[in-house]
């Protein structure tokens, strides 16, 4: 008896040295991001395994039981080490800090964070305050700006707020603001100046293609920013007090589970900056302006329990733009702003399983008053959209899942326009306001499909209109070692919302219309591949090409806005089809006294419409062949830093005449082909010095001198064309004129924060 139950203990004990327990978990920043390719060494019975974290920052592993090493390493991150005895089934919650910095009561410099971080399928991770010595002019981070320093991004011009990412029009990019709200108001002062304010927003995603299923309703890019998603520990200010404008964030804590933070700017640019937009050159088109804005940011969050989190967001923006031409007796105003509010509630259900429900409203409306002589013009249009999402976040199997639900209203009025003369009772009205539904089901997976190949495979599938839209999206990453990966991808995207954009410069009276019987949604079909290779512990070289194809585009080619009873959308908006395909290179080093990176971006864009160019395909106006970006800070010490841009790109192209003739003494022109001509070359660097007064974790006190175009360059916004006539009318002098908006703008502020 006693040899049996012997014999029985070491069979028991046998098969229970052969049992595997799973070791899974994932990786984040003390910011809460997810981080992927983060390298993992682990070590089990003297045995080292190496693995990389998925799309989602996750890993999972078996292992026999016993003692368990773990060494995590991102680039960019404190490494970090873990040590524990294997037992049963064990899930780790990892987080990492940024940079060498050494955390203790000591001085820590912001360049020490990571500032950019590459993810996945080329996507980038933004830091925006490890970014803020990069020049600008208000001394704050400028997010939309530093995109078009990045490849495949065109750069927009002096006065534009829109950004051209792979040859897409600017209405086919998605900014979600607290990575849930889209926002359709996407400037101040033509672009000039950030749309939000840079301290309320630690944290920037970006991803070029859409990759991610719970993103769509566009057909080229997706802009997350992500507020702060922790209780403020302590009462904070930061901020900075400027010549031409000034902003400040409180951060509030009411208690241990519950606080808010809260940001506020405003400008004063009128009293500064008229006099440097007047001076030095007889283009600018600026006389006897008036421009002010003002933006608000509110978080509020509450830790309600330990597995549930509430949280609140708030934007709200305003500007107002006067302009008076005494040579034309011409008075414009121009107003727009945005609003939005999205209650939030994240609840962790398991170890394994999270879970979000949001809701959104969110409203951008523009209006634009023209007053000349006797005439008197107003046009108006808002976009206004209620939503609610639903989404689930899961391992099966060490294999990550997100399954979700949409829904979003929307109502829009795209053109309120009213014409009167003002000394008599003659006028016309046109108005008409939209409603329509998008109801969206979407899920993603993240298999392991072999040791080094991880996929991301997503289905998003739209209902609009009593119709269904099939969205598939791939992504394949290859990991050869702990330096190098590969990845290529897919995507199909379908846009219901369209911005019709009626100037060249991106003025506010840009107004967006939904898909109806006659303008069906726009449809795109991406392939891109590239690779990202670490070529040294401080840099990381990308390359990268893509090809897209579009069909179902709108082009409104006036120019203007219609003013007459016969203009409608309908009569004239025309559809067409469109390609783009491009090369992208990016070196990035991210370390060290001097860091930065370099950028280059070849690139094509083409456009098809049946009713413009004789039916012949021809070149986007934003179509800019080639686009080179240097960025540059460099840390002198602990009390100075520099920073420098350095832009050079193709100009934009534009619809010059060829020839002229008369009709009964009228000069008439006459067209060879759409977007025939091209704008000069545009080179701009900018500037900034950093002296700090006090820099640790709480106190920080710093001036900031900017120099926006530093050498005073002319860059043109547009071309006019001054025509002069012989008195016989036999001949014509046509000479083009550069326009600028801009010339060199130096900037001084004080950045705080105690």
């Keep these: 008896m006693r040899t049996i139950i012997l014999v029985f203990l070491l069979c028991f004990a046998y098969s229970f040295g052969q049992t595997k327990f799973r070791v899974e978990g994932n990786v984040k920043s003390i910011q809460n991001i997810d981080l992927v390719e983060t390298n993992m060494a682990i070590v089990s019975k003297n045995k080292k395994t190496e693995v990389i974290t998925d799309s989602l920052g996750s890993f999972s592993l078996q292992f026999e039981p016993g003692s368990i090493k773990i060494l995590i390493n991102h680039f960019g991150f404190i490494e970090k080490e873990l040590s524990f005895e294997l037992k049963k089934d ?20 912001n360049s020490k964070k990571n500032f950019i971080t590459t993810l996945s399928g080329g996507k980038l991770l933004f830091n925006t305050k490890a970014l803020s010595s990069m020049p600008t002019l208000l001394g704050n981070t400028d997010i939309l700006k530093l995109l078009q320093l990045t490849p495949g991004v065109q750069n927009s011009g002096d006065a534009n707020g829109y950004i051209y990412v792979r040859g897409s029009d600017p209405g086919h990019n998605s900014i979600l603001y607290g990575g849930e709200v889209p926002i359709y108001g996407m400037s101040h002062l033509l672009g000039f100046f950030p749309f939000y304010n840079s301290d309320h927003i630690p944290d920037v995603e970006f991803d070029k293609s859409s990759t991610n299923a719970k993103y769509g309703g566009r057909l080229s890019s997706t802009l997350s920013l992500i507020t702060n998603n922790k209780v403020p520990k302590q009462f904070s200010i930061q901020g900075n007090l400027g010549l031409l404008a000034s902003q400040a964030t409180f951060s509030v804590p009411i ?15 009128d009293e500064v900056v008229t006099p440097f937009l007047n001076s030095g050159s007889d283009n600018n088109d600026v006389n006897d302006m008036k421009y002010g804005f003002s933006d608000s940011n509110l978080t509020f969050i509450t830790n309600i329990s330990k597995n549930h989190q509430f949280k609140f967001d708030t934007f709200i923006s305003n500007d107002k733009f006067n302009i008076n031409d005494s040579n034309l007796a011409l008075t414009t105003t121009l107003k727009w702003g945005n609003f939005s509010v999205s209650p939030i509630l994240i609840s962790k259900l398991s170890a ?56 979003a209203n929307h109502r829009l009025k795209p053109q309120n326009i009213q014409i009167k003369d003002i000394s008599s009772v003659n006028g016309f009205m046109q108005n008409g306001v939209g409603k329509t539904n998008e109801y969206t089901f979407f899920g993603s997976i993240k298999p392991k499909l072999f040791e080094n190949v991880i996929a991301e495979l997503g289905l998003r599938l739209d209902g609009y209109n009593s119709s269904f839209y099939f969205q598939p999206r791939v992504l394949i990453n290859y990991y050869l070692d702990a330096k190098s990966s590969f990845y290529v991808s897919f995507a199909k995207q379908n846009q219901f919302l369209h911005l019709i954009t009626t100037s060249s410069v991106g003025i506010p009276t840009d107004f967006w219309i939904a898909s109806f019987d006659k303008i069906r949604p726009q449809k795109s079909v991406e392939f891109s591949i590239g690779s990202n290779h670490k070529i040294s512990k401080n840099s990381v070289f990308s390359l990268g090409g893509f090809y897209r194809s579009m069909k179902n585009l709108l082009e409104y080619p006036y120019g203007v806005t219609q003013f007459n009873e016969m203009s409608t959308i309908n ?41 413009l160019n004789n039916g012949d395909t021809y070149f986007a106006k934003y179509d800019r062949r080639h686009n080179l970006s240097l960025v540059g800070m460099y840390e002198l010490n602990l009390k100075w830093n520099f920073g420098i841009t350095q832009i050079f ?42 002296y700090f007064f006090v820099k640790n974790i709480k106190k920080e006190s710093a001036i ?5 175009n530093t050498f005073n360059l002319e860059n043109p916004v547009y071309v006019i064309l001054n025509v002069e006539v012989n008195k016989e009318f036999e001949s014509v002098v046509v000479a083009p004129q550069n326009k600028v908006m801009y010339r060199i703008l130096p900037s001084i502020s004080w950045k705080f924060k105690f």
């Design 90 to 109: 064990t899930t780790l919650n990892i987080v990492l800090k940024n940079g060498d910095a050494n955390l203790k009561e000591v001085n820590v410099t």
């Design 255 to 269: 208690t241990q589970k519950t606080g808010f933070y809260f940001s506020t700017r405003r400008t004063y640019i």
């Design 352 to 407: 394994k399983a999270t879970m979000s429900n949001s809701f959104y409203y969110t409203k951008y409306t523009n209006f634009l008053n023209l007053r000349q002589s006797n005439l008197e013009a107003e046009v108006s249009s808002f976009v206004r959209d209620f939503g609610f999402k639903n989404s689930i976040n899961f391992i099966v199997n060490g294999i990550p899942i997100e399954l979700g639900l949409q829904y």
């Design 571 to 611: 009569n004239d908006l025309i559809i067409g089809k469109g390609k783009a395909y491009g090369l992208e290179m990016m070196l990035n080093k991210t370390k060290g006294k001097f860091k930065g990176w370099l950028s280059y971006t070849w690139s094509l864009s083409e456009r098809n419409f049946q009713e």
């Design 649 to 690: 790109t193709s100009g934009n192209r534009f619809t010059m005449p060829t020839s002229w003739y008369f009709i009964n003494n009228n000069p008439v022109k006459e067209y060879s082909g759409y977007n025939n001509a091209q704008m000069p070359n545009y080179i701009r660097t900018d500037f900034s010095i950093n």
């Design 704 to 708: 900031n001198f900017s120099i926006y």
